[in-house]
């Protein structure tokens, strides 16, 4: 995976997947969501917010830094294209990408219900099937004993 650039949408072939999120700690439930939304589309891009946006949307919620997070994301399999944004909301990245409408938009389960921003400009939301059992969360209460 790499980097995408602006303007690229018109280069991709097929359905088009994009996941957005701060992905503050990536894990195994990160890994089987991505590998899933990879099966439902051709071309799989993760949006993931930046350092200070993710300070912003997770207040107070430990974070690894967005070179990590990029890093951990971009060498999964699955996924073709990792791009970091600096807004709240991945809406205007998928402005300047070129991916309106956004052919389907992955969200965790755990967002099932909730209103998801850009969802408006998706043919289609989706969620993967029953929870992962990992969630950052977890991870940090452990580290924390």
Known sequence: ATVMRDGCRASLAGR????????????A???????????????????VNDDVSAFRVKQGAY?????QRVRMLASMQCV?????????????LMQVLG????????KGYDRTGES??????????????GPFPAHAGDIV?????
């Open 116 to 129: 998801i921003p850009g969802e408006e400009l998706c043919q289609t939301l989706i969620a993967p099937p």
């Open 63 to 67: 974070c690894l830094p967005v070179q």
């Open 29 to 47: 439930g990160h890994a089987w969501m991505l590998d899933w939304a990879k099966r439902q589309g051709d071309t799989l891009i993760v949006g």
């Open 16 to 27: 088009v997947v994009f996941c957005p999120g701060v992905c503050r700690i990536p894990h």
């Open 141 to 145: 209460k452990s580290i924390r004993g």
């Open 99 to 106: 991916l309106l409408p956004t052919d389907l938009m992955v």
């Open 80 to 92: 073709d294209w990792v791009v970091p944004f600096g807004d709240n909301t991945p809406v205007e």
